[in-house]
Structures are given as structure tokens and as C-alpha cells.
């Protein structure tokens, strides 16, 4: 049961405190675009992780989360975190509860969590500069960016920048502000770059941390 809390925490607490941040959503001065296009709608698998799902529609992305539950009645009573009260499994570590069967001495069902990833009628933006997608998220008065790729073979791609191999291949192209941490290490990057200046480094080696996904269903 600890494994299973553990795996559902992780899940939802995915990056939460970006190194790179831009002053601007990217590309600085491009229009916001108000949905996906319906030719890249659909259900995604990440090739690396069969367990990770992620479904992409006209104006957000959510990742979806899938258990089956077969445990001992002993098992889950032994844990503090965790109720049984009737046929509801409460979780009180992340404030979930899902339905549950309860037969002689096991509990059965599924576990579905689902995390919106991105989200067009919140304040995330999406914005487009040749075929590259740019997914901005507001934090902390500034923006994180993610570039998205959507291939003809049913493949999509997530890419993110590498701050230890990037941050001079951006230093020569535009202004970065460096903060450093308490050891007087680089702890956070934050970028400015104008439009040109980032087709400029797009060419270059930048936004190389990549995940592959492929559409299962549309």
C-alpha cells in the first residue's frame, strides 16, 4: 500500500520547481493560439514508460494513472495513511478516495487519477513558430517552456531544455540573468530572448532532454 501512495504522489507532483524560466511566453511576440489542432487529438503512450498515458484535446493535456487494486483486508488496515470505510478506499496522504469491493477478507478495484499537465482556460499559453509547439506555464511571474513536436508517423515529442549542456549556447544569443543558490552554484536561469534570437538557437543544440510518445488511439 506504501508503494502504491508513493507511486500516486510522484505522479502528481511532477515539475514543480523549474531551473530555466523566461521573462516572456515563447516566442516573444507570437499570437496565443486557442486550441490544438484536431489532426493531433488523441491518446499518447510514452515508449519509455507503457504506464504513463497522456490524452491531448482541442484545449488541454492531462496524464492519466491506472492501478488495479487486489490486496489483503489486513493489508490495507495495517497502514494509518489509509481507511476502508465501506466500499470507499480513502487515501489520506493526497486527499483521494475512490470506490472499492470488498469480498471475504480482500478488496478489489481500479484506481484512476488524472493530472492536467496543460491547460488553455487556466493561464498557460500556446503558441507555435514554424511546425514547433511552445507550451509556457506561468511561475513565479515568469514563464516555464517546453517544446512540442507533433511527427507524421504517429510519434510526438516532448523536449526540454538541459540547463548544464544549454545555458552558454543561450548566454551567446541572448540575455540570461544567473541566480545562484546557497553554495554558490547556479541554481536558476532566466532567459529573455526575442523572437529572432530564438530561431537563432532552435538550430543550435538546445531543448535536447526528449521524451517520445506515440499516438494509440484517436
Known sequence: MRYLIGTLLSFLLISCDPNVLFREPQPAGSRDLAKFPARVHG????????SSVYVVTSTYIFQKYVEKLNLPVEEILEDEEVALK????????????????RRNDS??????????IFD?????KLRKLR???????PHDSMWMVLKLQFGKDRKAYLFDINED??????EQYCAVEVIRNDKDRPGKYIMNPGRNELKALLKLETFTDS????????
Do not use: Q
Not at 107 to 116: A, L
Not at 131 to 137: A, G, P
Not at 211 to 218: G, H, L
Open 43 to 50: 491518446t499518447y503512450l510514452e515508449t519509455m514508460d507503457d
Open 86 to 101: 465501506g466500499d470507499t478506499l480513502i487515501l489520506a496522504d493526497i486527499d483521494l478516495a475512490f470506490p472499492v469491493i
Open 107 to 116: 478488496v478489489f478495484g481500479t484506481i484512476t487519477v488524472y493530472d492536467t
Open 120 to 124: 488553455l482556460s487556466a493561464d498557460d
Open 131 to 137: 511546425k514547433d509547439y511552445f507550451l509556457n506555464f
Open 165 to 170: 549542456k544549454e545555458a552558454k549556447i543561450f
Open 211 to 218: 521524451t517520445e510518445f506515440i499516438r494509440i488511439s484517436k
